[in-house]
Nanobody, 126 residues
């Protein structure tokens, strides 16, 4: 089983909403200290979007705060990213990732995460 698999990306217009899903294997989900979403636009570095701890604490990048919501369904081993009021600047490949050993203070750093999905493309047109 693939540890992490994203879905839900697509082509939308500015102002629209999308919900990304990340299906995690039972092991990836249960062993993670926190789970997050990152994104990478063409020609740019991968950047932090949102993170959710096992206890439910969350952190968001300033660029998405108030528009995006991260959540999970532990019974189904699913991680979600609800994205509202999408902007053209949100266009990127979105990745979900889990951190099994890192500490919470490193939550926004990509190198804190040890398991990554393949990504799902989100394109927002003006």
């Amino acid at each position: 089983q693939v540890p992490l698999e994203e879905s839900g990306g697509g082509l939308v217009q500015a102002g629209d909403s999308l919900r990304l899903s990340c299906a995690a294997s039972g092991r990836a989900f249960s062993s993670s200290r926190f789970m997050g979403w990152f994104r990478q636009a063409p020609g740019k570095e991968r950047e932090f979007v949102a993170v959710l701890s096992r206890s439910g604490s969350s952190t968001y990048a300033d660029s998405v705060k108030g528009r995006f919501t991260i959540s999970k369904n532990s019974r189904e081993n699913m991680l979600y990213l609800e994205m509202n009021s999408l902007q053209t600047e949100d266009t990127a490949v979105y990745y979900c990732a889990t951190a099994g050993r890192a500490i919470w203070s490193s939550q926004t750093r990509a190198d804190a995460y040890d398991t990554w999905g393949q990504g799902t493309q989100v394109t927002v047109s003006s």
